[in-house]
């Protein structure tokens, strides 16, 4: 069974730049997925923020800044969320997913971001 | 706008059956595949369920697959989920969300409470 793997937490200053990242299991390769990122706020339904295949196809949400991006790093199997000059309203848990299979999706983890 | 309300969550005894409905507005709900998925208290979201914009395909997560069955109603732009020989490991909040593998889960609900206890 594939797996996502997320750090539980993480934190930045604001102003700074955060590097999230979501670790595929072995049995799925990064580079042949779609990458969707959701943000969470405590209480809040989660939120699609964007969506990174390469750097020819992604996609932001509607209303996403330009803040939030997606890369992949295909030597770690993993992928990234870089939010670029943070802010206090970014604190939140960041959730990535994905769809192995038709009949199967995936979430990872979470990671909770701590903007201090 | 698109609008999506869940609802048809309670508390329930271990063995019980719920049924969730969701009803999305906003959007052609007959031309898009939907989910749900669920967040047990304090923990991460999992997927549960997929079924494709006619209901010809469903799918489901191991731990839901024999009990859980995912259903819509076209004609009435709701989702529903019936719940059956439910575990205390279901206690969650449900959403219901648009999607499917090359489209995110765009539009979400306020989601809606099991609650599954002796």
């Known amino acids: 069974q594939p797996v996502l793997t997320q750090p539980p937490s993480s934190s930045a200053s604001p102003g700074e730049s955060a590097r999230l990242t979501c670790s595929l299991s072995?049995?799925?390769?990064?580079?042949?997925?779609?990458i969707y990122w959701y943000q969470q706020k405590p209480g809040g339904p989660p939120r699609y923020l964007l969506y990174?295949?390469?750097?020819?196809?992604?996609?932001?949400g509607s209303g996403v800044p330009s803040r939030f991006s997606g890369s992949k790093d295909a030597s770690a199997n993993a992928a990234i969320l870089l939010i670029s000059g943070l802010q206090t309203e970014d604190e939140a848990d960041y959730y990535c997913s994905l769809w192995p299979s038709n009949a199967l999706a995936l979430f990872g983890g979470g990671t909770t971001l701590t903007v201090l | 706008e698109v609008d999506v309300v869940e609802s048809g969550g309670t508390w329930v005894q271990p063995g019980g059956s719920l049924r969730l409905s969701c009803a999305p507005s906003?959007?052609?709900?007959?031309?898009?595949?939907m989910n749900w998925v669920r967040q047990a208290p304090g923990k991460g979201l999992e997927w549960v369920s997929y079924?494709?914009?006619?209901?010809?395909?469903?799918y489901y997560a191991d731990s839901v697959q024999g009990r859980f069955i995912i259903s819509r109603d076209n004609a009435e732009n709701t989702l529903f989920l019936q719940m059956n020989n439910l575990r205390s490991e279901d206690t969650a909040l449900y959403f219901c969300?648009?999607?499917?593998?090359?489209?995110?889960?765009?539009?979400w609900g306020q989601g809606t409470r099991v609650t599954v206890s002796s």
């Open positions: 906003g959007f052609t709900f007959s031309s898009y595949s």
């Open positions: 072995s049995d799925i390769n990064v580079r042949a997925y779609n």
């Open positions: 079924i494709s914009s006619e209901g010809g395909s469903t």
């Open positions: 990174y295949y390469s750097d020819s196809d992604y996609g932001q």
């Open positions: 969300a648009r999607g499917y593998k090359y489209s995110p889960f765009e539009y």
